[in-house]
């Protein structure tokens, strides 16, 4: 069983799949909890990300040379 939803947040919207077994025995609250769940990770991991790179950062160049 497949239960797709999606949230629209203030990082925009976030939309995701549940995948269960048909005969999953979970409430429809426990469902809602791990919808929650994986939406409140999506927002913890998309708050926290760096904007911009640190400004003390060098880029990474090729060196041009194989190693084998």
């Known amino acids: 069983m497949k239960i797709e939803f999606s949230f629209d947040t203030q ?3 976030f ?3 549940l995948i269960l077994e048909d005969d999953h025995g ?3 609250a ?3 909890a791990l919808k929650q769940e ?3 990770n999506w927002v913890a991991i998309v708050s926290t990300m760096p904007t911009t790179a640190p400004e003390d950062s060098e880029p990474i160049e090729a060196s041009g040379s194989e190693q084998v």
Do not use: P, Q, S, V
Request: glycine share 6%.
């Open 11 to 13: 990082y925009g919207n």
């Open 15 to 17: 939309k995701d799949a």
């Open 26 to 28: 979970l409430t429809d």
């Open 30 to 32: 426990e469902i809602e």
């Open 38 to 40: 994986r939406l409140t």
